[in-house]
């Protein structure tokens, strides 16, 4: 009789879950190179029956070649007619869509084949080594402050910002941890007076994921009443948690560039901190709003895949819709909040996380000057909002959990014409149809996916 435990761990030389291991490996190898290859369409005619279309795609089951998007369309004035639209990885060239194009062919109606145009959108980035790009493209250099931040006069401030600016806009992906910033007595006392103020609020005031997460951060030693923590070892915590990383910036981003390193789970963080002389005041993010308000949600795996889910809908999108989802973050990420187990509303978002005046503002159950809403994608990627003055309207969600649940279904129905898939082993994002990019700036020019060159 052989024990369970013989047969868990093998006998005669086999051993099942290394060889399951090896399958599942080899799988993801298989899964992965078919991601990698580029996927090319074809339109055809055939006529509208019941297992028509099934028959046209055993075609390209049997030669083993992996189909990533089927749609079709009826014909307005012969309702015998379908046109089915079929993108699959492969090449023109090849021997095998040859083969396929050709049985294909007899199958249709007309014998007639199509290439399907690649529809034209802005480009955005497929590796995460293209984000480096984002550095040079900020909306302010960082160290270039207005007349009006208290900052302003101070020459010594302004040099400390270009010295912290100069190192994020040096820092590229592939260079390893980002570099430790040395900061002074006097920018550590102001992150501490911060602190003092918003860690007395936040048991009341903050969502528990926030708690949570922040006393995990002390815990860990990254984060302290004299400790401003540093992007790298904040990056490595939060990692092996979510797969989050923080990268430097000098400062603002487009809204189009900054969600679509959300995509690649990659959050965009200045370092600097606000000027000491109003500790309680910042006209821009910076090192507190950062640090305090965003990173410690990103441990959470629902706000985590939420805010992902934003970053792949953004990718290739209009300029209408990177303004809708710009919306849905801002009454999420930034100003979202919960309600707790006792009905009692919490911050979430940063904005309200990192101002001392706008958290109780925003969670203070008798506030007449504010309206909350239930969280509703659809509603808050068209609501107004002021960036210069307190929120009077917060949307607040039953959990993050349905908060993400509701995200993902707007995404989904985002208008874009073509969907895509991110591989976090290789931090590459995969399109299940060949698109054309164009410059970001260029004038949006749709392609009429009706267009049709002939095979």
Known sequence: MISRRA??????GFNPRRFLASMALRRGEEHKKVLTTPAIGVA???????????????????????????????????????????????????????????????????????????????WFPRHISDLDQFSKSTLDAGDQLESDHPGFTDPEYRARR????????????????VPQIEYTEQEISTWGCIW??????????????????????????????????????????????????????????????????????VFFSTQYIRHHSAPMYTPEPDVIHELLGHAPMFLNPDFAD??????????????????????????????????????????????????YGELLHATSPTNPDISIKPWDPEEAAHQE??????????????SMEDAKIQMKAYCDRVNRPFHCVYDAESKSVFTDVDVYTRPVGMKYRPVDLSSREPL
Request: charged fraction near 20%; glycine fraction near 8%.
């Open 385 to 398: 909002y002021p960036i210069t003055t307190m929120q009077p309207v917060y949307f607040a969600a039953k």
């Open 162 to 177: 270009e010295e912290i600016a100069k190192i994020a806009s040096e820092y590229r992906g592939a260079d390893g941890p």
């Open 44 to 122: 055809f005619t055939l006529h509208d029956n019941p297992g028509s279309l099934v028959e046209a795609l055993n075609i390209f089951s049997r030669r083993g070649i992996s189909l990533s998007h089927v749609s079709n369309r009826c014909s307005p004035l012969e309702p015998y007619k379908a046109m089915f639209h079929v993108h699959f990885r492969g090449g023109w060239e090849s021997k095998e869509t040859r083969d396929v194009l050709e049985e294909l062919r007899r199958l249709t109606l007309d014998g007639q084949l199509f290439k399907i145009a690649a529809p034209d959108v802005p």
């Open 306 to 355: 939420f805010t992902q889910y934003i970053g792949l809908a953004s990718l290739g999108a209009s300029d209408d819709v990177i303004k809708k989802l710009a919306a849905c973050y801002w009454f999420s990420v930034e100003f979202g909040l919960l309600i707790d187990f006792k009905g009692a509303v919490k911050a979430y978002g940063a904005g309200v996380l990192s101002s």
């Open 196 to 265: 003092d103020k918003l860690t007395k609020l936040y048991p009341n005031h903050a969502c528990k994921e926030h708690n949570d997460a922040l006393q995990e951060l002390t815990d860990a030693g990254i984060y302290g009443p004299r400790r401003i923590p540093q992007l790298s070892e904040l990056s490595e915590f939060v990692s092996a948690r979510t797969g989050f990383q923080f990268r430097p910036v000098t400062g603002l981003l487009s809204g189009r560039d900054f969600l679509n390193a959300l995509a690649f789970r």
């Open 7 to 12: 047969t868990c761990l093998g006998i005669g």
